[in-house]
């Protein structure tokens, strides 16, 4: 089991670039998350995607898209990045939001600079 | 807006030391709660699940408070290997504290 993969691991970007964030998990989770990471901020969700089909928005999602692409895979995209974007992006999944059973597992994130 | 806050630290303790944080929400309704530790330029890795009725696991004891709406993780014995930086989470409205680093010393 490789749990949660990200991809890239790292990527420079200049002002209006775009790109896209993959994420797959092998857990048959039925959630899966976003977050960015920001220091003295600690883990903001972006978007999150409670099951296969539907996504929603997070505490703040300006300036990204997702795309929930099957059970395994929930990518994030930049249509066209800006410097504020610089962060550390992980993707997390679970097997359910909102309830007890909660546990969040994490990939080991991108390091992304905008610049 | 909800809100989960952390005291951001850091916390420098010697070896053997026993130290607490503290982790306050703002969302009354919310019942479970997850502490994370995060290591250096690491992902969130779940360490303990915070209910009403408390958690212990060996050297780490987390406790819920829903009167005052806070949540505790208590460390006794610190280890050098202790040393990361400790989130908690609030199950219900998937936020984050910023997070307590903590520093083991010998």
């Known amino acids: 089991n490789a749990g949660v993969t990200q991809t890239p691991k790292f990527q420079v970007l200049k002002t209006g670039q775009s790109m896209t964030l993959q994420c797959a998990q092998d857990m048959n989770h039925n959630s899966m998350y976003w977050y960015r990471q920001d220091p003295g901020m600690g883990l903001r969700l972006i978007y999150y995607?409670?099951?296969?089909?539907?996504?929603d928005k997070g505490e703040v999602p300006n300036g990204y898209n997702v795309s929930r692409l099957n059970k395994r895979e929930f990518s994030l995209r930049l249509e066209s990045a800006a410097p504020s974007q610089t962060s550390v992006y992980f993707c997390?999944?679970?097997?359910?939001?909102?309830?007890?059973?909660?546990?969040?597992?994490f990939g080991p994130g991108t390091r992304l600079t905008v610049l | 807006r909800k809100e989960v806050e952390q005291d951001p630290g850091p916390f420098n303790v010697p070896e053997g030391a026993t130290v607490a944080f503290n982790c306050t929400y703002s969302n009354s309704a919310s019942q479970s709660f997850f502490w994370y530790r995060q290591d250096c330029r690491k992902e969130p890795k779940l360490l303990m699940s915070?209910?009403?009725s408390g958690n212990e696991d060996g050297r780490f004891t987390a406790q819920l408070n829903r009167a005052s709406q806070y949540i505790s993780l208590l460390i006794r014995d610190s280890k050098l290997s202790d040393s990361a930086t400790y989130l908690c989470a609030d199950v219900l409205d998937m936020r984050f504290g910023a997070g307590t680093r903590l520093t083991v010393k010998p």
């Open positions: 995607s409670a099951s296969e089909g539907t996504t």
């Open positions: 915070v209910y009403s």
């Open positions: 997390a999944s679970s097997r359910e939001p909102g309830t007890s059973n909660n546990e969040q597992f």
